[in-house]
């Protein structure tokens, strides 16, 4: 196969493995404040997510460090999508009042 096509299709496995780590985060979190036993929630969670991430970290790398680099790559970028799109709308600040704050 082709090296570019194998290291784009690592980073596009990266951006998976990622949305599926943090928004399996986000969802515990969103579950966890409602649930009579959080702790349980959180860690089975936690044993779920991360043996998923490593199980496909493990097979896109196929022993190769570039793919494994990629692979991480698209975890992070990842990281940086879920946190933006589920992040709290923050309340516009009325500029009379930042004129005071100085």
């Known amino acids: 196969m082709n090296d570019f096509l194998t290291l784009s299709l690592a980073l596009v496995s990266g951006l998976l493995l990622g949305a599926i780590f943090f928004g399996g985060l986000w969802w515990t979190v969103q579950k966890g404040l409602s649930s009579k036993h959080p702790a349980f929630l959180f860690l089975g969670s936690l044993l ?37 799109l589920t992040r709290p709308v923050e309340k516009a600040t009325n500029l009379a009042e930042a004129s005071h704050a100085s």
């Open 48 to 84: 779920v997510r991360t043996g998923t991430i490593l199980v496909g970290f493990y097979f896109v790398s196929g022993g190769h460090w570039e793919r494994l680099v990629l692979c991480l790559l698209g975890f992070v970028i990842a990281r940086l999508i879920v946190t933006r």
